[in-house]
């Protein structure tokens, strides 16, 4: 919003700004912990042309919609010679995301049981 509607030179880190950002530079590690998106916001931030970062963000979100997805399509890509992911070979291992949890069942048990001959007595257990 900052870059697009006010003009302002600040970077957008989105999901797709997350995978061009972390396959570019070859950045290591979950996206979502607090050091990883620190440096995410660092280079995003140093690459912002001054007076274009309404232009730059969202050619950047495009670039990882459009090119730079979940399975890359390097040979489309404009940065391809200077991205760290593309050098190594295998693009798509980056961004390394934490291994989602394991879903887990819960079995919920609640029982009321009234008093035999007091009505406005009841125990509730959960």
């Known amino acids: 919003i900052c870059s697009i509607a006010l003009n302002l030179d600040t970077p957008i880190v989105d999901a797709n700004v997350i995978r061009v950002l ?4 070859g950045l290591r590690g979950d996206p979502k912990s ?3 998106q620190l440096q995410l916001w ?11 970062a309404s232009m ?6 495009e670039l990882g919609a459009l090119v730079c997805h979940s399975r890359p399509e390097c040979a489309r890509c404009p940065v391809q010679k200077k991205c760290v992911a593309f050098a190594t ?13 394991e879903f887990t069942t819960q079995t ?19």
């Open 42 to 52: 660092k280079k995003a931030e140093a690459l912002i042309p001054a007076g274009n």
């Open 89 to 101: 070979g295998r693009p798509e291992s980056l961004p390394e995301f934490a291994p989602k949890a």
């Open 108 to 126: 919920d048990v609640s029982a009321v049981v009234c008093h035999p001959t007091n009505s406005d007595t009841l125990l509730l257990v959960q």
């Open 34 to 36: 607090p050091p990883v």
């Open 22 to 25: 972390c396959r570019y530079f």
């Open 56 to 61: 730059f963000n969202q050619a950047m979100m």
